[in-house]
């Protein structure tokens, strides 16, 4: 474990884990915000503010899933430079979420036309999940820009499928079939979701979207999850009320990245 450029510390007594069997108060109301990642929530309970009351970083912290599997997690200011997109957190209404607040959705850099609707971010959730208006406009894009080598097909991994004229055997086969969706926040803050972060592969060799109807679980607000982080470096700065995000391979640590053009 590192802190900063210089200290490196060894030990055998540090212990990783997600919470788990949290208990419910009133109204399905979680008594304590321990729910996700490591316990990286916005609670005073988090790892991140224990790290900052012991003074050893600063609240700050950062992941980088990579689409290969594995990645790097990120604690402390070392890793915030100005070289990232930035949103100011606003606080979520619909729990004790990171949220860069409202963003109006694009496909293929055009407005979809759907309201702006609140956003959060939500790395214990493996799939993207957009609210129904968000998620049939999305679905309604993109099936009208796909060719006729492609046809709808029942596969028991996700709701929406297609298959080819061959197998796939990985996203890279097909994803120059579909458009990039972008999720703008404000005049200069825009994180692009490109077909390698809202698609996999099936063990059938089939393509299934990875942006679920959220509307099924009753959500009226966007979730960011795992398969649109990936190989996106995303931080969260707790000092200064801001989250980040920038594109780049989370396969080995210190990569170059960038941020995306705005639509």
Not at 75 to 82: C, H, P, Q
Request: hydrophobic share 35%.
């Amino acid at each position: 474990m590192s802190f900063g450029k210089h200290c490196l510390i060894t030990t055998t007594d540090c212990c990783f884990s997600c919470g788990y069997d949290q208990q419910v108060g009133k109204n399905g109301a979680v008594q304590a915000a321990t729910d996700g990642l490591l316990g990286l929530g916005r609670g005073s309970v988090s790892l991140v503010s224990q790290l900052k009351q012991h003074d050893i970083t600063k609240n700050v912290f950062a992941h980088c899933l990579s689409t290969n599997g594995g990645g790097f997690l990120y604690f402390g200011e070392d890793i915030v430079s100005t070289s990232w997109s930035r949103a100011t957190m606003a606080r979520s209404t619909s729990g004790n979420y990171y949220s860069p607040a409202a963003g109006t959705l694009y496909f293929d850099k055009r407005p979809l036309g759907v309201k702006p609707t609140e956003v959060v971010f939500d790395s214990g959730s493996t799939y993207t999940y957009f609210a129904a208006q968000p998620y049939q406009a999305t679905v309604s894009a993109i099936q009208a820009g796909l060719s006729k080598s492609l046809t709808k097909v029942c596969d028991p991994s996700l709701p929406l499928c297609w298959k080819g004229q061959k197998v796939f055997k990985s996203v890279s086969d097909i994803k120059k079939e579909f458009k990039s969706l972008f999720m703008r926040f404000s005049k200069n803050t825009a994180m692009e979701i490109a077909p390698e972060n809202y698609l996999i592969v099936t063990k059938n060799g089939n393509v299934c979207l990875g942006i679920l109807d959220g509307s099924v679980a009753k959500l009226n607000f966007n979730i960011i999850g795992d398969i649109t982080m990936q190989d996106q470096l995303v931080i969260y700065d707790n000092e200064k009320g801001q989250l980040g995000w920038a594109r780049g391979s989370c396969s080995r640590a210190g990569g170059s990245y960038y941020w995306p053009e705005i639509p």
